[in-house]
Every structure is written in structure tokens, then in C-alpha cells.
């Protein structure tokens, strides 16, 4: 694979893809990369969901300890714990889960990590997280009670979401167009009635 023809910060995200622990550590280590940097041409990937597709503890880690946040979503919701979920990655679930990474974060369409473990028939994934969810809301209430910041929030999800949820049609428009259209229907047969 050539890198020399990507930017540093797409780099990261191959180098991540493909497994290249080596350039990772190389590209954190010069200060090259934000490994929070999402790139839109994969959907708002950040490196920490391709190492949760993946599986790779090791690069994991590694983005964790230059700073990369779990809390992070896709242009649908997506946090790593999705992605993990979605694989059957179980030791990167049980990784996000001791950082108290919100893994019971639920996505555009409200599918939450195990719902999607569910999905696609991870069995370890899903009994995992249905001991690990009530234990992640007990630590963000604890935190709240005593006043400590938690990382769960994605500033750029809280914005796009709203512009999704803008775009899509009202329930309300679908609703008046059915009762339209089963008025006119009764109006019809009422009318075909009187005529009889």
C-alpha cells in the first residue's frame, strides 16, 4: 500500500485499517496525526473505530494513550463499541468498557451496542453487555453525583443528528396524507351509497 499520496491524516486511518502497528506508533509519535480526526470520505471514521473493526488491541492502546476518544460517533451514531459489537470483538468491548466509554451509547436509529451484537449474532458480545451497561450507567451516575466531567459527548454527532432528524419527514406529514386519502376512500363509497 503507498502512502506517500495520502495526507498524514488519512495515513493514519489506512495504517490503522490494515493493522501497520509500527506506523501507527510512528505517526503518533511525530505529532503527524489527531487521532480524533474523522474522515468523511468513510463515513466520519476515526482510527479508534477501525481498530474496533478490526480487533486490534495492541493499536487500541496505543490511540488511546495519544488521546483518542471512545465517545467519538459515525455520521449514523456509530461509537467504537458499535463497530466492536458488529464484529465480535469481545476484548475490545471489555477495553471500552474499563476506560467507561459509553457503550451503551445508542445510534441515530436508537440501536445500542448490544442491540447490534443481537443483530448480527455475536452471543459473548451480547452477555457482556447486559452486565456491562447497567454497570456503565451506575458509573455515569456516581460521576454526575459527584460532580466529575465524563468524556461522552461528541459535540460534531449532537449537530449532525439534528440535521438528520430535520431532513427526514414528519410523522405528522405521513399521518395527514393516510387520513386524506381514507377520507377520500369514504367519501367515495358514501357517495356510491346514496346514489344506490
Known sequence: ??????????????????????????????????????????????????????????VLHLLIEYGARPCLVTDVGWTPAHFAAESGHLNVLKTLHALHAAIDAPDFFGDTPKRIAQIYGQKA???FLEKAEPECLDHRLAARQ??????ERDGDWDAKKRELELSLPSPNQNTNKKMKKSRGLARLIYTKQRRA
Open 1 to 58: 500500500m503507498e502512502f506517500t499520496k495520502m495526507s498524514d491524516l488519512t495515513k493514519l486511518h489506512q495504517a490503522v485499517a490494515t493493522g501497520d502497528y509500527n506506523l501507527v506508533k510512528k505517526l503518533l509519535k511525530k505529532g503527524l496525526c489527531d487521532p480524533n480526526y474523522k474522515d468523511v470520505d468513510w463515513n466520519d471514521r476515526t482510527p479508534l473505530h477501525w481498530a474496533a473493526i478490526k480487533g486490534q488491541m495492541e
Open 125 to 127: 458480545c451480547v452477555a
Open 146 to 151: 459527584k460532580g466529575l466531567p465524563l468524556d
